[in-house]
Protein backbone atom coordinates (compact mmCIF):
# COMPACT_ATOMS: atom_id res chain seq x y z
CA UNK A 1 0.00 0.00 0.00
CA UNK A 2 0.96 3.76 -1.05
CA UNK A 3 2.36 5.44 2.16
CA UNK A 4 1.88 8.99 0.59
CA UNK A 5 -1.23 10.42 0.90
CA UNK A 6 -1.47 13.11 -2.06
CA UNK A 7 -5.01 14.33 -0.31
CA UNK A 8 -2.90 16.15 2.15
CA UNK A 9 -0.82 18.39 -0.25
CA UNK A 10 -3.13 20.80 -0.75
CA UNK A 11 -3.34 21.88 2.90
CA UNK A 12 0.29 21.54 3.33
CA UNK A 13 1.59 24.81 1.83
CA UNK A 14 1.57 28.33 0.83
CA UNK A 15 -2.60 28.92 2.06
CA UNK A 16 -2.00 26.58 4.96
CA UNK A 17 -1.46 29.43 7.37
CA UNK A 18 -4.63 32.05 6.06
CA UNK A 19 -7.35 29.20 5.51
CA UNK A 20 -9.13 27.65 7.91
CA UNK A 21 -9.02 24.02 7.33
CA UNK A 22 -12.64 23.24 8.37
CA UNK A 23 -14.50 26.11 6.88
CA UNK A 24 -11.98 27.61 4.41
CA UNK A 25 -12.52 30.78 6.03
CA UNK A 26 -9.72 33.26 5.86
CA UNK A 27 -10.14 35.55 9.15
CA UNK A 28 -7.65 33.88 11.37
CA UNK A 29 -7.13 35.36 14.72
CA UNK A 30 -3.70 34.87 16.52
CA UNK A 31 -4.37 33.60 20.12
CA UNK A 32 -0.70 32.35 21.06
CA UNK A 33 2.81 32.82 19.15
CA UNK A 34 5.27 30.77 20.55
CA UNK A 35 7.98 31.45 18.11
CA UNK A 36 9.66 29.67 16.32
CA UNK A 37 11.09 25.97 17.09
CA UNK A 38 12.03 22.40 15.50
CA UNK A 39 9.75 19.54 15.17
CA UNK A 40 9.26 18.07 18.87
CA UNK A 41 10.14 14.48 17.77
CA UNK A 42 13.72 16.01 16.03
CA UNK A 43 16.13 14.46 18.91
CA UNK A 44 19.59 15.10 17.98
CA UNK A 45 22.47 12.28 17.99
CA UNK A 46 25.82 13.68 19.47
CA UNK A 47 27.17 14.03 16.38
CA UNK A 48 24.03 16.83 14.95
CA UNK A 49 24.98 19.10 17.76
CA UNK A 50 27.02 21.26 15.52
CA UNK A 51 24.59 21.12 12.78
CA UNK A 52 22.00 23.70 12.12
CA UNK A 53 18.40 22.98 13.08
CA UNK A 54 15.15 23.49 11.10
CA UNK A 55 12.54 25.74 12.99
CA UNK A 56 9.15 26.42 12.10
CA UNK A 57 6.65 29.02 13.20
CA UNK A 58 4.31 27.47 15.92
CA UNK A 59 1.55 30.22 16.01
CA UNK A 60 -1.70 29.17 17.50
CA UNK A 61 -4.93 31.22 15.67
CA UNK A 62 -8.52 30.76 15.71
CA UNK A 63 -10.96 30.68 12.62
CA UNK A 64 -13.34 32.99 13.75
CA UNK A 65 -16.33 31.41 12.00
CA UNK A 66 -16.66 27.57 13.45
CA UNK A 67 -14.19 28.40 16.35
CA UNK A 68 -11.26 25.97 15.13
CA UNK A 69 -8.14 26.17 16.77
CA UNK A 70 -5.19 25.32 14.48
CA UNK A 71 -1.35 26.61 13.60
CA UNK A 72 0.06 26.14 10.05
CA UNK A 73 0.69 23.30 8.32
CA UNK A 74 3.91 23.91 7.58
CA UNK A 75 5.23 20.14 7.93
CA UNK A 76 3.66 17.25 6.46
CA UNK A 77 2.71 13.56 8.34
CA UNK A 78 5.37 11.94 6.46
CA UNK A 79 8.48 13.93 8.22
CA UNK A 80 7.27 13.21 11.38
CA UNK A 81 5.49 9.71 11.39
CA UNK A 82 7.13 7.59 9.40
CA UNK A 83 10.18 6.76 11.78
CA UNK A 84 8.69 8.02 15.28
CA UNK A 85 10.12 8.67 18.57
CA UNK A 86 7.15 7.84 20.90
CA UNK A 87 6.15 4.77 22.16
CA UNK A 88 2.89 4.29 24.04
CA UNK A 89 3.27 1.36 26.19
CA UNK A 90 6.34 3.14 27.65
CA UNK A 91 3.14 5.04 30.06
CA UNK A 92 1.96 2.67 32.45
CA UNK A 93 -0.98 4.51 33.11
CA UNK A 94 -1.86 5.07 29.38
CA UNK A 95 -1.70 1.36 28.82
CA UNK A 96 -4.29 0.60 32.06
CA UNK A 97 -5.97 3.29 30.48
CA UNK A 98 -6.66 1.57 27.22
CA UNK A 99 -7.12 -1.82 28.60
CA UNK A 100 -9.83 -0.15 30.71
CA UNK A 101 -11.01 1.32 27.53
CA UNK A 102 -11.10 -2.36 25.49
CA UNK A 103 -13.02 -3.94 28.64
CA UNK A 104 -15.67 -1.26 28.88
CA UNK A 105 -16.76 -0.55 25.11
CA UNK A 106 -16.79 -4.47 25.08
CA UNK A 107 -19.44 -4.61 26.90
CA UNK A 108 -21.03 -1.42 25.61
CA UNK A 109 -21.09 -2.48 22.11
CA UNK A 110 -21.05 -6.31 22.85
CA UNK A 111 -18.12 -6.80 20.95
CA UNK A 112 -16.94 -10.74 21.11
CA UNK A 113 -15.37 -12.95 17.86
CA UNK A 114 -17.92 -11.88 15.39
CA UNK A 115 -16.66 -8.08 15.22
CA UNK A 116 -14.14 -6.06 13.71
CA UNK A 117 -11.99 -3.31 15.36
CA UNK A 118 -9.87 -1.06 13.30
CA UNK A 119 -7.70 1.59 15.44
CA UNK A 120 -5.94 4.36 13.45
CA UNK A 121 -2.28 5.72 14.45
CA UNK A 122 -2.43 2.02 16.42
CA UNK A 123 1.18 3.08 17.77
CA UNK A 124 2.92 -0.07 19.18
CA UNK A 125 -0.33 -2.17 19.82
CA UNK A 126 -0.60 -0.78 23.52
CA UNK A 127 -4.83 -1.28 22.74
CA UNK A 128 -5.42 -3.29 20.62
CA UNK A 129 -3.41 -5.88 22.24
CA UNK A 130 -6.10 -6.02 25.17
CA UNK A 131 -8.66 -6.53 21.98
CA UNK A 132 -6.42 -9.62 21.15
CA UNK A 133 -6.47 -11.23 24.39
CA UNK A 134 -10.46 -11.26 24.24
CA UNK A 135 -10.36 -12.62 20.83
CA UNK A 136 -11.58 -9.94 18.84
CA UNK A 137 -10.50 -9.44 15.66
CA UNK A 138 -8.77 -6.30 15.10
CA UNK A 139 -6.60 -3.97 12.86
CA UNK A 140 -4.06 -1.31 13.24
CA UNK A 141 -3.30 1.17 10.92
CA UNK A 142 0.22 2.48 12.03
CA UNK A 143 2.39 4.95 9.87
CA UNK A 144 5.20 4.67 11.93
CA UNK A 145 7.91 1.82 10.07
CA UNK A 146 9.70 0.90 13.51
CA UNK A 147 6.61 1.94 15.97
CA UNK A 148 4.07 -1.04 13.67
CA UNK A 149 7.06 -3.27 14.00
CA UNK A 150 6.99 -3.22 17.64
CA UNK A 151 3.44 -3.80 17.62
CA UNK A 152 3.58 -7.11 15.25
CA UNK A 153 5.85 -8.20 17.79
CA UNK A 154 3.13 -7.99 20.53
CA UNK A 155 1.05 -10.10 18.93
CA UNK A 156 -1.24 -7.09 17.05
CA UNK A 157 -2.15 -7.40 13.19
CA UNK A 158 -0.76 -4.12 11.92
CA UNK A 159 -0.98 -2.47 8.37
CA UNK A 160 2.00 0.04 7.81
CA UNK A 161 -0.03 2.93 6.09
CA UNK A 162 -1.72 6.34 6.43
CA UNK A 163 -5.13 6.38 6.84
CA UNK A 164 -6.59 8.04 3.62
CA UNK A 165 -9.61 7.48 2.11
CA UNK A 166 -7.98 5.32 -0.06
CA UNK A 167 -6.28 3.31 1.88
CA UNK A 168 -9.68 2.95 3.99
CA UNK A 169 -11.66 2.19 0.84
CA UNK A 170 -8.78 -1.31 0.32
CA UNK A 171 -9.19 -2.13 4.43
CA UNK A 172 -12.63 -2.23 4.04
CA UNK A 173 -12.25 -4.18 0.82
CA UNK A 174 -10.31 -6.55 2.52
CA UNK A 175 -12.06 -6.80 6.13
CA UNK A 176 -15.44 -5.46 5.75
CA UNK A 177 -16.57 -2.60 7.62
CA UNK A 178 -15.78 -1.80 11.05
CA UNK A 179 -18.12 -2.08 13.95
CA UNK A 180 -15.75 0.05 16.24
CA UNK A 181 -13.21 2.42 14.57
CA UNK A 182 -10.86 3.85 17.32
CA UNK A 183 -8.72 6.75 16.80
CA UNK A 184 -7.61 8.32 20.11
CA UNK A 185 -5.07 11.29 19.55
CA UNK A 186 -4.64 11.11 16.01
CA UNK A 187 -7.61 13.54 15.10
CA UNK A 188 -4.99 16.55 16.13
CA UNK A 189 -2.32 15.38 14.06
CA UNK A 190 -4.12 15.31 10.02
CA UNK A 191 -4.13 18.70 7.88
CA UNK A 192 -6.21 17.26 6.13
CA UNK A 193 -9.42 17.47 8.35
CA UNK A 194 -11.90 16.87 5.89
CA UNK A 195 -10.15 14.08 4.35
CA UNK A 196 -9.45 12.06 7.51
CA UNK A 197 -12.80 12.27 8.60
CA UNK A 198 -14.08 10.38 5.57
CA UNK A 199 -11.94 7.88 5.88
CA UNK A 200 -13.19 7.18 9.06
CA UNK A 201 -16.55 7.51 7.83
CA UNK A 202 -15.60 5.06 4.99
CA UNK A 203 -13.89 2.29 7.79
CA UNK A 204 -17.28 2.20 9.73
CA UNK A 205 -20.42 -0.06 9.03
CA UNK A 206 -23.71 1.91 8.78
CA UNK A 207 -24.40 0.93 12.41
CA UNK A 208 -20.86 1.05 12.97
CA UNK A 209 -19.03 3.34 16.14
CA UNK A 210 -16.04 6.18 16.15
CA UNK A 211 -14.31 6.22 19.41
CA UNK A 212 -12.08 9.55 18.91
CA UNK A 213 -10.26 11.14 22.31
CA UNK A 214 -8.64 14.23 22.13
CA UNK A 215 -7.08 17.00 24.33
CA UNK A 216 -9.83 19.36 24.88
CA UNK A 217 -9.17 22.87 23.77
CA UNK A 218 -10.91 24.17 26.76
CA UNK A 219 -8.47 22.98 28.59
CA UNK A 220 -5.58 24.13 26.71
CA UNK A 221 -7.58 28.09 26.88
CA UNK A 222 -8.54 27.86 30.29
CA UNK A 223 -5.35 26.70 32.15
CA UNK A 224 -2.60 28.09 29.36
CA UNK A 225 -1.87 24.59 28.46
CA UNK A 226 0.17 25.95 25.68
CA UNK A 227 2.71 22.72 25.70
CA UNK A 228 0.29 21.07 24.42
CA UNK A 229 1.01 22.95 20.83
CA UNK A 230 3.21 21.10 18.58
CA UNK A 231 4.05 20.90 14.52
CA UNK A 232 2.09 17.72 14.78
CA UNK A 233 -0.62 19.08 16.32
CA UNK A 234 -2.61 20.53 13.31
CA UNK A 235 -5.87 21.76 15.00
CA UNK A 236 -7.15 21.72 18.77
CA UNK A 237 -10.74 20.89 19.58
CA UNK A 238 -13.88 22.44 21.96
CA UNK A 239 -16.88 19.83 21.58
CA UNK A 240 -19.15 22.18 19.50
CA UNK A 241 -15.70 22.33 16.56
CA UNK A 242 -15.49 18.46 16.44
CA UNK A 243 -19.35 17.97 16.30
CA UNK A 244 -18.83 20.00 13.49
CA UNK A 245 -15.67 18.67 11.66
CA UNK A 246 -17.56 14.65 12.02
CA UNK A 247 -20.56 16.45 10.30
CA UNK A 248 -18.84 16.90 7.24
CA UNK A 249 -18.58 13.27 6.58
CA UNK A 250 -22.26 12.38 7.77
CA UNK A 251 -21.15 11.22 11.74
CA UNK A 252 -23.17 12.18 14.27
CA UNK A 253 -21.67 13.25 17.59
CA UNK A 254 -23.76 11.22 19.89
CA UNK A 255 -21.61 11.13 23.53
CA UNK A 256 -18.87 12.88 24.90
CA UNK A 257 -16.87 12.14 28.14
CA UNK A 258 -14.69 14.21 29.79
CA UNK A 259 -11.25 12.15 30.69
CA UNK A 260 -8.38 13.00 32.52
CA UNK A 261 -5.59 12.37 29.92
CA UNK A 262 -3.13 14.39 28.53
CA UNK A 263 -4.12 17.45 31.21
CA UNK A 264 -7.61 17.35 30.36
CA UNK A 265 -9.47 15.34 26.96
CA UNK A 266 -12.83 14.50 25.68
CA UNK A 267 -13.70 11.20 24.19
CA UNK A 268 -16.05 11.70 21.37
CA UNK A 269 -18.49 8.78 20.52
CA UNK A 270 -20.25 9.35 17.16
CA UNK A 271 -22.02 7.40 14.54
CA UNK A 272 -22.81 7.25 11.02
CA UNK A 273 -26.03 9.67 10.55
CA UNK A 274 -27.39 6.34 9.06
CA UNK A 275 -27.49 4.64 12.67
CA UNK A 276 -30.49 6.93 13.27
CA UNK A 277 -28.94 7.53 16.93
CA UNK A 278 -29.71 10.24 19.50
CA UNK A 279 -27.86 12.14 21.06
CA UNK A 280 -26.89 11.80 24.83
CA UNK A 281 -27.58 15.20 27.54
CA UNK A 282 -23.91 15.16 27.67
CA UNK A 283 -23.18 17.10 24.17
CA UNK A 284 -25.16 19.51 24.93
CA UNK A 285 -23.74 20.10 29.04
CA UNK A 286 -20.11 20.03 27.92
CA UNK A 287 -21.39 22.19 24.69
CA UNK A 288 -22.21 24.75 27.29
CA UNK A 289 -19.70 24.78 29.64
CA UNK A 290 -17.50 25.58 26.87
CA UNK A 291 -20.27 28.64 26.21
CA UNK A 292 -20.07 29.48 29.96
CA UNK A 293 -16.03 29.47 29.41
CA UNK A 294 -15.82 32.22 26.91
CA UNK A 295 -14.77 29.70 23.72
CA UNK A 296 -17.84 30.49 21.49
CA UNK A 297 -16.85 34.14 20.97
CA UNK A 298 -13.26 35.04 19.96
CA UNK A 299 -12.71 37.06 22.99
CA UNK A 300 -12.55 34.49 25.52
CA UNK A 301 -9.24 33.68 23.68
CA UNK A 302 -7.26 36.45 24.02
CA UNK A 303 -5.97 36.03 27.17
CA UNK A 304 -3.73 32.61 26.48
CA UNK A 305 -0.91 34.35 25.58
CA UNK A 306 -0.29 36.62 28.28
CA UNK A 307 -1.12 33.46 30.74
CA UNK A 308 1.56 31.43 29.20
CA UNK A 309 3.77 34.22 29.70
CA UNK A 310 3.22 34.55 33.06
CA UNK A 311 3.73 30.31 33.46
CA UNK A 312 7.28 30.68 31.62
CA UNK A 313 8.16 33.67 33.59
CA UNK A 314 7.08 31.63 36.80
CA UNK A 315 9.13 28.49 36.02
CA UNK A 316 12.08 30.60 34.82
CA UNK A 317 12.31 32.48 37.98
CA UNK A 318 12.23 29.41 40.34
CA UNK A 319 14.96 27.46 37.82
CA UNK A 320 17.38 30.77 38.51
CA UNK A 321 16.73 30.58 41.81
CA UNK A 322 17.66 27.16 42.27
CA UNK A 323 20.68 27.99 40.14
CA UNK A 324 21.72 30.65 42.17
CA UNK A 325 21.22 28.64 45.32
CA UNK A 326 23.31 25.74 44.07
CA UNK A 327 21.16 23.16 43.68
CA UNK A 328 21.31 20.44 40.55
CA UNK A 329 18.28 20.70 38.62
CA UNK A 330 17.17 17.36 36.54
CA UNK A 331 14.59 16.41 34.02
CA UNK A 332 12.23 13.47 33.98
CA UNK A 333 10.74 12.61 30.92
CA UNK A 334 11.54 13.85 27.19
CA UNK A 335 8.19 14.41 25.71
CA UNK A 336 6.85 16.69 22.71
CA UNK A 337 5.18 18.64 25.17
CA UNK A 338 8.29 18.94 26.74
CA UNK A 339 10.08 20.47 23.76
CA UNK A 340 7.57 23.29 23.51
CA UNK A 341 8.41 24.24 27.00
CA UNK A 342 11.73 24.41 27.02
CA UNK A 343 12.24 26.11 23.25
CA UNK A 344 9.51 28.80 24.70
CA UNK A 345 10.89 29.05 27.65
CA UNK A 346 15.07 29.11 26.53
CA UNK A 347 15.67 26.48 28.83
CA UNK A 348 18.78 24.50 28.76
CA UNK A 349 21.82 22.66 30.17
CA UNK A 350 22.47 25.44 32.03
CA UNK A 351 19.40 25.38 34.12
CA UNK A 352 18.35 21.51 33.17
CA UNK A 353 21.40 19.65 33.55
CA UNK A 354 19.97 16.51 31.75
CA UNK A 355 16.33 14.72 31.40
CA UNK A 356 15.79 10.75 31.34
CA UNK A 357 13.19 9.08 29.61
CA UNK A 358 11.96 5.16 30.19
CA UNK A 359 12.25 4.97 26.36
CA UNK A 360 15.63 3.37 25.68
CA UNK A 361 15.14 5.24 21.80
CA UNK A 362 16.02 8.75 23.33
CA UNK A 363 18.62 7.91 24.93
CA UNK A 364 21.84 9.43 24.09
CA UNK A 365 20.37 11.79 22.28
CA UNK A 366 19.69 15.43 22.68
CA UNK A 367 16.36 17.38 23.01
CA UNK A 368 15.76 19.57 19.80
CA UNK A 369 16.24 23.30 19.64
CA UNK A 370 17.61 23.58 23.46
CA UNK A 371 20.00 20.12 23.56
CA UNK A 372 19.82 18.94 26.35
CA UNK A 373 20.62 15.34 26.85
CA UNK A 374 18.36 12.50 27.41
CA UNK A 375 20.09 9.55 30.04
CA UNK A 376 18.34 6.32 31.00
CA UNK A 377 16.15 7.27 34.30
CA UNK A 378 19.08 5.48 36.53
CA UNK A 379 21.01 8.40 35.86
CA UNK A 380 18.46 10.07 38.81
CA UNK A 381 19.43 7.61 41.33
CA UNK A 382 23.11 7.85 40.95
CA UNK A 383 23.38 11.53 40.86
CA UNK A 384 20.99 12.30 43.68
CA UNK A 385 20.03 15.77 42.16
CA UNK A 386 18.24 18.70 44.70
CA UNK A 387 15.45 19.10 41.93
CA UNK A 388 13.42 16.37 39.23
CA UNK A 389 12.00 18.86 36.78
CA UNK A 390 8.91 16.71 35.62
CA UNK A 391 8.00 17.56 31.35
CA UNK A 392 4.91 15.29 31.29
CA UNK A 393 3.32 16.59 33.75
CA UNK A 394 0.00 14.91 32.62
CA UNK A 395 1.31 12.33 34.28
CA UNK A 396 1.68 13.39 37.76
CA UNK A 397 0.19 10.11 40.12
CA UNK A 398 2.09 7.74 38.29
CA UNK A 399 5.46 9.66 38.28
CA UNK A 400 5.44 11.04 41.52
CA UNK A 401 5.29 7.04 42.45
CA UNK A 402 7.60 6.46 40.37
CA UNK A 403 9.98 8.83 41.83
CA UNK A 404 9.09 7.84 45.34
CA UNK A 405 13.07 6.98 46.20
CA UNK A 406 13.96 10.55 45.84
CA UNK A 407 12.71 11.32 49.38
CA UNK A 408 16.28 9.35 50.41
CA UNK A 409 18.41 12.27 49.78
CA UNK A 410 15.37 14.66 50.13
CA UNK A 411 15.08 15.62 46.80
CA UNK A 412 12.33 17.70 45.02
CA UNK A 413 9.58 16.90 42.18
CA UNK A 414 8.43 20.11 40.77
CA UNK A 415 5.39 20.16 37.83
CA UNK A 416 5.23 22.94 36.07
CA UNK A 417 1.11 23.09 35.05
CA UNK A 418 -1.07 23.85 35.66
CA UNK A 419 0.63 25.52 37.68
CA UNK A 420 4.38 25.63 39.05
CA UNK A 421 4.18 23.34 42.15
CA UNK A 422 6.23 21.18 44.52
CA UNK A 423 5.68 17.25 45.35
CA UNK A 424 7.98 15.63 47.92
CA UNK A 425 7.47 11.95 47.78
CA UNK A 426 6.07 10.19 51.07
CA UNK A 427 8.62 7.87 52.53
CA UNK A 428 5.42 5.54 53.26
CA UNK A 429 5.19 2.65 50.75
Not at 205 to 227: K, P, R, Y
Not at 408 to 425: A, D, F, M, N, R
Request: hydrophobic share 40%; with cysteine; charged share 20%.
Amino acid sequence: MDLTHPETASVVGENSTTLCRLCGNTELLSVLDLGATPPCEKFLSATELDDAEQTYPLHLRLCENCLLLQIPGLITPEETFVEYAYFSSYSTSWVEHARRFVDETSDRLSLDSSSFVVEVASNDGYLLQHAVARGIPCLGIEPSVNVGRAAVERGVPTLTAFLTESSAREVRAEHGPADLVVANNVYAHIPDLLGFTRALRVLLSDHGTLSIEVHHAMELVTHAQFDTIYHEHFQYYTVLAARNALATAGLQLTDVELLGTHGGSIRLWARPIEAGATPTAAVEEIIAAERAAGLHEPAGYLDLQSRSETVRQNLLSFLLDCKKDGKTVVGYGAPGKGNTLLNFCGIRPDLLAYTVDRNPYKHGKFTPGTRIPIHHPDRIAADRPDVILVLPWNLETEITAQLDYVHEWGGQIVYPLPTLHTSTPTQEH
